[in-house]
């Protein structure tokens, strides 16, 4: 069974860092273009970050300077850094990709960032 199994969140005070990672298991070989998403409570999930195969990356205006998405082919692994962290970053974040073998779209389960002194 093809997931993509997020991990990294956790408790942060305001102005702290959180690296979150979004690893693909399964049978694939890679994963191709691939996003960060987030959800707040109340709120709709939006668009945090992405990365395409060639590693051009786009950001919300929200995180820009703040968050950098990259990738790990050999890992299978895309990772997102989460610098100067506010209480507005609150949320569960997830990871969403396409893979090889016609596996798109797929998301993971998610992992909750609390952002609070």
């Known amino acids: 069974q093809v997931q993509l199994v997020e991990s990294g969140g956790g408790l942060v005070q305001p102005g702290g860092s959180l690296r979150l990672s979004c690893v693909a298991s399964?049978?694939?070989?890679?994963?191709?273009?691939a996003g960060w998403y987030r959800q707040a409570p109340g709120k709709q999930r939006e668009l945090v970050a992405t990365?395409?195969?060639?590693?051009?990356?786009n950001y919300a205006d929200s995180v820009k300077g703040r968050f950098t998405i990259s990738r790990d082919d050999a890992a299978k692994t895309v990772s997102l850094q989460m610098n100067s962290l506010k209480s507005e970053d609150t949320a569960v974040y997830y990871c969403?990709?396409?893979?090889?073998?016609?596996?798109?779209?797929?998301w993971g389960q998610g992992t909750l960032v609390t952002v609070s002194s």
């Open positions: 399964g049978s694939i070989s890679r994963i191709y273009t």
């Open positions: 969403r990709g396409d893979m090889d073998f016609g596996y798109v779209g797929v």
């Open positions: 990365i395409t195969t060639g590693g051009s990356a």
